[in-house]
């Protein structure tokens, strides 16, 4: 099974800085990564689709690059609604495997 | 609008089975797959399973597989989720979602609490 590795784990920022968050995958899976945002409480919510798609009504804020087995996640101008964790997925071939997380913190 | 509706919250002792549903609207239900994904307090999310709202195919996690059954109901736009065997490592809140093929996992339901506890 192919594992995504997500790091790091916790991170604290300030107000206004840029953030990056990266993922790696055990094997090539092209662009088949896509970042979500979770609050406590609620379910995740989809950011960025094939890597680098932003959806609908996602800040242009949030970012995301990568192919083949290195992505990454960046937020630009870290605002206080921002505070997440945040995971990166592969969306194709099973197992849909999840990365560990990366809890994102206001300094 | 797209929507899941899960149902509400168990408690269940050790050994027990659960089932869980996910009602589907907004959309032709035949046309999606979808997942669950379950987060135990505190930790990340873990992808249970799999199933296609089309021909019946489903997918399991190695972990979960002889002990979790996914199945839908076309007829009430309903995905159902059984577990069994249940622990206290089962504890957590599970969520169901759609998962387009070769696309993004892009709506969720809002969770269900499963608390397994003697």
């Known amino acids: 099974d192919i594992q995504m590795t997500q790091s790091p784990s916790s991170l604290s920022a300030s107000l206004g800085d840029r953030v990056t968050i990266t993922c790696r995958a055990s094997?090539?899976?092209?662009?088949?990564v896509a970042w979500y945002q979770q609050k406590p409480g609620k379910p995740p919510k989809l950011l960025i689709s094939?890597?680098?798609i932003l959806q609908s009504g996602v800040p242009s804020r949030f970012s995301g690059s990568g192919s083949g087995t290195d992505f990454s996640l960046t937020i630009s101008n870290l605002q206080p609604e921002d505070v997440a964790t945040y995971y990166c997925?592969?969306?194709?071939?099973?197992?849909?495997?999840f990365g560990g997380g990366t809890k994102v913190e206001i300094k | 609008q797209v929507q899941l509706l899960q149902s509400g919250p168990e408690v269940k002792k050790p050994g027990a089975s659960v089932r869980l549903s996910c009602k589907v609207s907004g959309l032709i239900f035949t046309s999606y797959g979808f997942i669950w994904v379950r987060q135990a307090p505190g930790q990340g999310l873990e992808w249970v399973g799999w199933?296609?709202?089309?021909?019946?195919?489903?997918h399991y996690a190695q972990k979960f597989q002889g002990r979790v059954t996914l199945t839908t109901d076309t007829s009430t736009s309903t995905v159902y989720m059984d577990l069994r065997s249940l622990t206290s490592d089962d504890t957590a809140v599970y969520y169901c979602?759609?998962?387009?093929?070769?696309?993004?996992?892009?709506?969720w339901g809002q969770g269900t609490l499963v608390t397994v506890s003697s």
């Open positions: 094939v890597a680098a």
């Open positions: 997925q592969k969306f194709t071939g099973v197992p849909l495997t």
């Open positions: 979602a759609r998962k387009p093929k070769d696309l993004a996992t892009d709506y």
């Open positions: 199933i296609s709202a089309n021909n019946g195919d489903r």
């Open positions: 094997q090539d899976i092209a662009n088949y």
